[in-house]
Each structure stands twice: as C-alpha cells, then as structure tokens.
C-alpha cells in the first residue's frame, strides 16, 4: 500500500512509474519519474538516499539506460520502497513538482529507428488497398518481422506540431508527377520499444535476452503521407512518405511494470525458423485513437502477430549491433473489427469511407486536426497507463516553386 | 608552392587536406589532418596559431562539422598558409606524426544514414537482375533520386572485419525459405557525402544550398548480402541485408579540395520538379575496387544521374531535418563498360559469370576476402585523393540454430 494519493484524472497511478526528461522554469533538463499528476526529482531523490545520481542528472534518459537492467531493477525498487507507507511520505513529498508545471522534452536521444510492420491485419489492409491486384501479405510476411529503417533525427515528442510534408505524388492514371502539400496525410497508432543496453557487431540477441537490452515502452505516432509513399515506395520502400516525423510520448513505461500485461502470441504457422522460436510474449496493450477530441479507433497490440523479442532477435540475427536509445516500432496496431485500425488508411479504406464525426466527415488528416493517442494495459490494481502522444498538423511552407 | 614534400606512394598530396579522427599509443582521440605519410595533430597547430581548438580536441569531427562553412574554410587556410613556403616548416613541423604511427578511427559518429540509387547504369542492372519480368527501371526512377535509410550504427571505419552476416533466404524453386550464412555476399562501391550544417524541421534546404551544409566526402562500401535482401526486401525495402555493415574511409575530403572535379550532370530527361532544378553539379570521382590486391573494377562517378545537391534537396523537400553527422551514399556507382561495375552482382551477373583472378574465379564473396576500395579525382595539379576504404570478410558465429 502506498501513501501517495492519486488524483482523480491524474495520468498515471502508483503501478506505472516511467521515467521522463522534465525540466523547471529556468532550470536543466533532467530525469523525472511521473506519479498521478506529479513529477519526481529523480536525481534529488536519489541523493538523498544516498545514490549516485550522476546517469539521473542528465538531459536524456540514455545515461540510465545504458546502465543496465540491475540499475533500473534498483531504481524501480527505490522507488516502490520510497511511496510505501513503510516509508512514508516525508522521503518523496519535498521532491515531487505538479506535472502542470513542468516542460517535457524528448526522453531519450534516438540511435536508430526501426519500423517493423508486426500486425497481420493492418499488413493485409494495406496490401489489399496498394496491391489490388496482387496477394495482400508478401510471402516472406509468415516468415519474417519485415521491417525497414526509419529517420532518427525526426522523433520528435508529443506535443511538437506536425508541419504538413510537400512532395511529388502521382495516380496510375496521371501522365506525369505532381508537386505539393501531402494530401493523404495520415497517422500510425504504434508501440515503441526502447533499447537500453548495447550489443556487440557479429553477434546476434536471441530472443531470450528480449529483457536484458529492451528496457520500456512508448506510445509512437508514425505520422504517414499515403501520397508520397504510394509514388516513391518501390523499390526500396518508404522514404519521405515517414521521413517528415514521428512523435513519440514523454513518459516511457518500464517492461517491469508490465508484467500483468503480457499475453501468449497468436499462432504463427507456418512455423517458424529457430532463431525466432523460444520463450516469448506479447502484450495486451490498447491504444486508443482521439481525433479531435473523438475515440476513432482502439488497436488492440496483444493480436501482434510478431512478439517485441522476435523483433529484436530478427533485427540482431544479422549481427547488426544494438546501441542504447535503439527505438523499434511494432507497426501500425490494427485488430480485425471495424473501430480497431491504427490508421486513416484502413479506417476510411484510403479515404472512399470518410468517418462520420461531430465535426463532419473525415478521410485524410486537415490542417488544425489534432490526433491524441492514449494506451493502457492490465495492471495489478486495474489497468495502468503508457501517458499519451498528441501532434497537431500545421500547414507547410510553401516550397519547390 | 609548398616546403612540404610528398612521400613517393603517399596517401594524399598537398591539395587534399582531408581531416579525420586518430589517436596515439596511449593518447585521446582527436582531429588530425592528413598530408603525405603523416598527421598533422590540428588542436595543437590551432593552439599555436592561437586559435580556438575545442572543437579539434575531440573524438570526432562532429564539433567542427557543425561549426560551419566559415570556420571550414578558415581552418583549411591556415593549413594552406602554414604549408606555404611563405611560412616555412617551423610551425607545422613539430606536429606532424608518420601515419605509420597513429590509429585511425571512425571519424565522425553517425547520426542519420540515407542510401541513394543514383547511378542509372546500376539501378538497371539491378532492375534486370532482381525483376526480369519487369521493366528495368521502376516509373519514379527519373523523377526523385529514390533513397532509404539505413543502420548508422553499423557504420564502421576503413580496416574493420566484416563479419558475413547470417539470415533467411529463399529460392523462388524454394517450398520454404533457409537459414544460414549469406551465400551472396557483395560489396557497393559508393560515395558517401557528410552533413556539417543542420537544418530546421519542416524547411527544405533547395539545391542551391549544397554548400552550406555539406562538408566532405568519403568513400563508402555498402556491403550486401544478395540472398537475403531478395527474400526480404518486397514491400519495405532493404534491411537485414545492408544493416549488418557499411564501411567508411578514414579520412573526409572537404569539399573545398574537390573544385576541380566538379562537372556537368548527364541529360536529365524528363524534366525534373522544379524542387530538383537549381545550379547543382556531379563530382569526376572515379572510385578503384580492389579484390584480394586485382583491381576489377573502375566506377565513374562523374556518370550518376543525380547530383548530390538534388540528393539534399530530395531528401529535404518533406521537410525532414539535417542534423550534424548525417551521412548520404551515392548509391552504387557504375558504369557502362563491363569493367565499371560497382558490386559483384553487376560484375558477375548475380553469379552466373564468375571473374577469373590470378588466385581463381570469384563470384560473390568469399571468407578472407579483403576488398579495397581507392578513389581520385582531378586537382589543380595532377589528381587528388580521398584515401581507401578496406574490409576483410570473416566467417560469422553460428547462431539460430
């Protein structure tokens, strides 16, 4: 039992503790742990206890990432200890800063960003609406988490507007390319898993050691203009279609408070090459799309057909080494009912079926639209949360004129 | 003229002042400066020149690619002056160390890695290799430079092993696909251009801004692995197949020392967008593959379709953000003649045609292959360099099995 008292509303409870970057008026970001609707100094806290603090003192998260799953095991368990009424509140109340008061920034400097493409529904949707003619799931899809490398230096974090990409776009039946502001701007409800600790090049991470590199979760926007990634996407595949940004939430959650939230895969068959079997798991995590203020969408992660782990073990099997702050995105999260696709895509069939809102139809995405994703997963005590990640579309300038 | 005379053999002349990171027994990496067979210790020189030389104290040029066009070119007058005869060998003398003595190291840390497909010749061969039942080149091919991004932290220095990288293939005759060390193992010779200037999310950096923000150039080996990138690559491009390793020469060569190399692009045809349009020019590079000490090849990158400037632009246009340390491959440079092919796969027609060396007949890659990659252009007097890219294959660790 904790002495700490949650907020009606508040973001978080006492299950989740993610950490973050947040920083005062004025003063350097740092490590902070949300709680309800407070921010925990990290650092300060851990002097206090007599810590080392230095990887806390820091303005991204890398520093205590790279330090290992023994340090985010302690950590977590300083933590615990310090909002348990054994404790008491007079070790944590002095350091705890309203979380309306804070500014929070990207929690982490991104290695390399992977993109996998791990839901069998959204990768048939897509097949079916971009290769009419052709079979909806490519035949190494049973085989292999396909999956394809990302822009790094433009994960941005919630709350950065989304600035509308130009370029070229062309329909079958156009003669030539045309030049312009995206108009199949779209998003991608994802998870985001973290690396924290680094592999060595030549040596592949079996699925078995998922937990002893990936260290938490976060909620991803894969922001997509459909137009440009039809034109541009064969045949090395997409480009500037995702290039332009991808937002990711403030807050990421730890594995360690998912425990309750990890489900059994669905069947894979055909089976699988060994280096993708052994011990492995999904979980139950639903993410919730709000497109101005309306719930459009809830993906359901736990029908991923790929677990998080044979994504890392496929990624590594190579022997391409993993860095601290290594981000992998599960893919698009769609389930097989009608509310349950993570994008504009699927939901409005590439925009033939505008979604009836109180606002008005809806196929692509409009200038001044903004598009909250919310996620939440089983818990101890009920369900916990992943936080949110929220980007608004702003006109582009005008360019290539 | 110069005091400074030219070691018979040298690595580089007095016209290329290439800069890159290296370390004595027992000392810091820092920034040193190639001239002849020997290093030019650049903190210190500036210290002697009593300028600034934080940024040339480091472990890479990250800090002086990001101090801009300004400082770039301040820095490579100094070292002209203090090569002139005007200054005489006083100053500089007791700073350089024999190239014999030094470890070279990755001389830049990667942020984002983009691989272009620039060379016409090259994305033909591919095209009737890989899709012989379809057109050669895909429909946007002379529209956009078609680009992707690959693993940055896989990056790796000239001398580096690679490891052969394991993975899934499959035969169209195949039922299912196999696991195994890649059987098709390649090489790409390329030219690799190095961001210095970042650039703001959601502004384009047009054509005409080339020189602001790119500082140099290196050779660059995209290593591939032909079997794996077949079976994977439909619908989200390469991965697995390039992610395992790409070599980069020691030593960036300024743009600055390439103003006589500079030439015309071949005939764009159809008009590009006029986001592509603009000044912009293609480099006289011509880039010497090395296998087991036989040259086979000689790739002219004088011949590539695009500019590295539309490249820039292209990758740009979306709005997507430049940071310092971002790196951008040619793509496979090859040529028309037989003996201008830039991979194996083009050299020996996917296997089919093995090269006859004095050492016997090669296809793709064998274990202990050394493959070395030279390049030069023209320079005021007589052709420059950019130094070498080498890399020896080494058998992988068994693993997934």
New interface residues.
């Given amino acids: 039992m904790s002495w700490f008292s949650v907020a009606p509303g508040a973001p978080f409870g006492t299950e989740e503790l993610p950490y973050g970057i947040f920083s005062l008026a004025g003063g350097d970001p740092r490590i902070g742990v949300a709680i309800g609707d407070q921010v925990i100094d990290l650092a300060v806290v851990a002097e206090a206890a007599d810590r080392s603090s230095g990887h806390f003192r820091q303005p991204s998260l890398n520093a205590f990432l790279a330090a290992g799953p023994e340090e985010w095991g302690r950590t977590r368990e300083l933590l615990q200890w310090l909002l348990s009424d054994e404790s008491g509140p007079d070790a944590l109340q002095p350091h705890l800063h309203p979380m309306a008061e804070v500014r929070l920034h990207l929690p982490f400097q991104v ?2 960003y ?1 993109d996998f ?1 791990a839901s069998e529904q959204h990768a048939t949707n897509v ?1 079916r609406i ?2 009419p003619d052709g079979a909806a799931l ?3 899809w049973k ?2 988490p ?9 994960v ?1 974090v919630t709350g950065t507007d989304v ?1 509308r ?4 776009r ?1 329909a079958p039946e156009d003669d ?2 045309t ?1 312009g502001p995206s108009t199949k701007l779209d998003f991608e409800a994802e998870l985001g898993f973290v690396v924290g600790t680094p592999s060595t ?4 991470v ?1 699925v078995e050691d998922f937990h002893d590199h990936v260290f938490g979760v976060v909620i991803l926007n894969d922001w997509s ?1 459909r137009d ?1 990634q039809a ?11 995702k ?3 991808t937002s990711v939430s403030a807050w990421v959650l730890p594995l360690a408070a998912l425990g309750y939230a990890e489900v059994e895969l669905p069947d894979q068959d ?1 089976e699988l ?3 993708l079997e052994g011990r492995s798991h999904g979980y139950d995590i639903t993410v919730e799309v709000e497109l101005n203020g309306q719930v459009i969408s809830r993906c359901p992660a736990a029908g991923l057909y790929y677990s998080p782990a044979q994504m890392l073990a ?2 590594t ?7 601290t702050g ?1 981000l992998y995105g599960s893919g698009t999260i769609s389930g097989p009912a009608p509310g349950q696709c993570g994008s504009l895509l699927e939901l409005t069939w590439n925009g033939g079926r505008p979604l009836q809102l109180p606002d008005g139809g809806h196929t692509f995405l409009s200038d001044g639209d903004l598009v909250v994703m919310r996620a939440s997963a089983p818990g101890q005590h009920g369900r916990i949360r992943l936080g949110e990640v929220a980007g608004r579309i702003v006109a ?2 005008v ?3």
């Fill in positions: 290695a390399d992977v493409y097949g971009f290769r490519t035949p190494n085989h292999m396909i999956g394809y490398h990302g822009r790094s230096g433009t941005v600035v990409p130009h370029g070229q062309k030539a390319p030049f090049l030549g040596e592949p079996p203009a440009l034109w541009e996407y064969v045949p090395l595949g997409p480009f500037l279609g290039s332009f940004a055909p090459l060994p280096y496929h990624l099997v190579n022997g391409a080494s993993l860095r290594d582009g300038t360019s290539g004129s």
